[in-house]
């Protein structure tokens, strides 16, 4: 029989379909306005086969009306870390709109910490970057780490930082070093947030935002710990819903 386990985030359904505890199939798609529809075309993409059980986390969680359980993105990380890495004590989980630090063990979440609701701590701040310096979203980081340059972004709100990006702009900075510049102040909001929990090692990072290969060297010099990127890496809380609607049989 297949599991399945369904990550509605803010920017993308993530899918995961489960047989005998090893991953049958998986999908992710855009969330537009329609997300139910992005999640059955989502689940038909994953799935090869009569989906059993179905459980529904991420922050749309409710437009899963077949979910039969519906835990917290944290509990579901924490869940398929475990499932990708036994050995981590520390998942670093950074969205498209929510960043957040989760000491676990065992496939259970012990402590957490969220970052405040600002985007400069999440993916929606890279990609407003991005569009700002006219570069697509998967060549900011490769940009960033050609910077020879250290170039401090004071501002910690994303619409503010947005304007001091302006300003190195006309000021002839070099887009690399910008993108540094965005990297590094991210990094440091991320890293403040994870330091109000005990950093233990080893620390995964997990979302979206772990394709990003200067930002995982910038929080890795904040931080001052070597981060594992387990595959499947934006998947990791889908296939955490998924190990929990596998135990529903």
């Not at 403040?192 to 910038?218: D, E």
Request: charged share 25%.
């Amino acid at each position: 029989m297949l599991s399945c386990g369904i990550d509605v985030g803010a920017r993308t359904v993530k899918v995961v379909v489960l047989e005998n505890g090893r991953i049958r199939g998986r999908a992710i798609r855009v969330a537009g306005l329609q997300v139910e529809d992005d999640v059955a075309a989502a689940l038909k993409e994953a799935a090869a086969g009569e989906v059993r059980t179905i459980v529904a986390t991420g922050s749309g969680r409710e437009a899963v009306k077949e979910a039969r359980q519906r835990p917290t993105g944290i509990t579901c990380a924490a869940r398929g870390i475990h499932f990708l890495l036994p050995e981590a004590r520390m998942v670093i989980d950074v969205g498209a709109e929510e960043g957040r630090a989760i000491q676990c063990e065992g496939g259970r979440a012990l402590n957490f910490a969220v970052n405040e609701k600002c985007a400069a701590g999440a993916g929606t701040f890279i990609e407003t970057m991005s569009r700002t310096l006219e570069i697509a979203v998967d060549g900011f980081g490769p940009l960033a780490l050609q910077s020879t340059k250290l170039v401090p972004m004071n501002a910690q709100c994303a619409v503010f930082a947005e304007s001091e990006v302006v300003s190195l702009i006309h000021e002839k900075t070099p887009k690399q070093d910008i993108a540094r510049a965005v990297c590094d102040a991210m990094a440091g909001r991320i890293g403040s947030m994870c330091r109000r929990l005990a950093i233990t090692p080893p620390v995964a990072l997990v979302g979206g935002v772990a394709k990003n290969t200067a930002f995982v060297r910038a929080l890795e010099n904040d931080l001052k710990t070597d981060l594992t990127i387990p595959p499947d890496a934006e998947y990791v809380s889908a296939i955490g819903a998924a190990l929990i609607a596998a135990e529903e049989h």
